[in-house]
């Protein structure tokens, strides 16, 4: 299998060359130039047991005989090291996909071990060190910062926006020491997405310093996410005998990609819904009026505060490039910071859980098909753990949540992030040291 750019003018690369990619050189997204499609026979030989092989099959496929294939298990192994439950709410059909197990209690965990394994595989064992530089907006430098940490021949330089994530999230960022170092950008995570491609964009600067990304458009970080939904909905459908259907909250579609991909590829997935925060663009082109990126409006749940997904091109791509296909494939509904306050305190009290602010807003799209006589299984994916969010959530909680132990650990070390400003310079300075 080669994977192709959904602008179609860049050569195609094998899995490996293209897992740790960013932008394509035409500046589209890396696709697979077909989709695997599993019949009846291979959905049946599809283990559902563990979430590493379910991983394992579905990926398959798409490697080929890329190197990595033979190595694919261990790969999938080292990045399901943790559990992913399907927790039953009421009996009634509403769940919860419990997806913040990782070491730093959001989804983004599972794929970004993925990639560092992966890229750790391939990585000639006298190449020089290379520098995965990520542009964060609080999630996802932790995960990779988790998943680089300690691995030789790598490190790892994160950017955030002062004073725009979580507490609880600064603190993890600065925390990974050693090969991981955290850098306070005094402006918007935006900036921080222009410096990291500024310097991804600098030859000079890359041939004294190698540089990877680790964003969410790489397809190390999207393709791995298939691996939860895939299983869930295979034993939901082995042993009730109907699809599972699912509530993703989305900001830039990575997670929910995910979900639609494998259910192009015949797994029996059910609907899937994406809830937004009231960032408008998703809404508003599922609702028919012609997709138009603008800046992210700041809400409760900023790990979603995005204003141009960035893999709208894969949803078209998906959608064979129609847009009127696009818009059957899912659905979106809105959900602004008054009903995330409401939702995040109502849970508490119906059901005694504490959920994040993302996941909040998933529950609330579930409440509203409730509302209206909606009777089917549906999952919301639960994307991080509410303690991740305690400036937001504790305030509406009887009780602060209790912070997962892998988390807790992470909070109880000493922080450090040196700052600085939005200059494409002082980004190289600390690149070069
Ligand atoms: C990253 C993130 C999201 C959004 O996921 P996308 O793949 O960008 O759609 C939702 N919730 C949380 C907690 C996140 O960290």
């Not at 990619?21 to 563990?50: K, M, Q, W």
């Not at 579930?366 to 089917?376: H, M, N, P």
């Not at 997962?404 to 922080?415: H, R």
Request: proline share 6%; glycine share 8%.
């Amino acid at each position: 299998m080669r994977f192709v750019s959904t602008r179609g003018a860049s050569p195609a690369l094998r899995f490996s060359a293209a897992l740790g990619a960013g932008l394509a050189p035409d500046g589209g997204l890396y696709v697979p130039e077909r989709l695997p499609r599993f019949d009846a026979a291979d959905i049946a030989a599809i283990p559902d047991a563990n979430l590493a092989d379910t991983l394992a099959a579905l990926l398959r496929p798409l490697l080929g005989d890329d190197a990595l294939a033979t190595r694919l298990p261990a790969l999938c192994a080292e990045a399901a090291s943790f559990e992913i439950p399907l927790v039953g709410l009421n009996g009634r059909g509403d769940h919860l996909l419990e997806l913040f197990h990782g070491p730093t209690a959001a989804f983004k965990d599972l794929a970004a071990r993925f990639l560092a394994a992966s890229l750790a595989a391939i990585r000639a064992p006298d190449a020089a060190v290379q520098t995965v530089l990520v542009a964060t907006s609080g999630d996802t430098g932790a995960a990779v910062g988790a998943a680089f940490h300690g691995r030789p021949g790598f490190r790892v330089l994160i950017l955030y926006p002062e004073g725009k994530v979580s507490a609880a999230q600064a603190h993890s960022l600065g925390a990974f020491g050693d090969n991981v170092r955290a850098l306070r950008v005094a402006g918007s995570f935006d900036d921080c997405q222009r410096l990291a491609k500024h310097a991804l964009g600098n030859a000079n600067l890359r041939e004294e310093v190698p540089l990877l990304t680790a964003n969410s458009i790489s397809l190390g970080r999207l393709l791995p996410q298939m691996g939860y939904y895939a299983m869930h909905a295979l034993r939901f459908q082995r042993r009730h005998g109907r699809a599972l259907n699912f509530i993703i909250p989305s900001g830039n579609l990575g997670n929910s990609l995910a979900a639609l991909i494998a259910r192009a590829m015949g797994l029996p997935i059910g609907e899937v819904v994406l809830a937004t925060n009231a960032n408008p663009t998703l809404a508003e082109f599922f609702e028919g009026a012609p997709y138009r990126g603008r800046n992210a409006i700041p809400t409760l749940a900023n790990a979603m505060d995005v204003g141009a997904p960035s893999n709208f091109e894969r949803l078209l791509w998906l959608a064979g490039g129609d847009e009127s296909t696009a818009r059957a494939l899912i659905r979106v509904q809105r959900i602004d910071d008054a009903r995330i306050r409401a939702t995040v305190a109502a849970a508490e009290r119906r059901h005694g859980i504490a959920h994040c602010p993302h996941t909040a807003c998933g529950l609330a799209v579930l409440e509203d098909l409730r509302a209206a006589g909606d009777t089917r299984d549906w999952a919301v994916a639960a994307t991080a753990h509410a303690s991740k969010f305690l400036d937001v959530v504790g305030p509406l909680l009887s009780a602060p949540p209790e912070v997962p132990a892998a988390f807790a650990a992470l909070l109880a070390k000493p922080s450090q992030a040196e700052r600085i400003e939005v200059d494409d310079d002082a980004l190289a300075a600390a690149l070069r040291a």
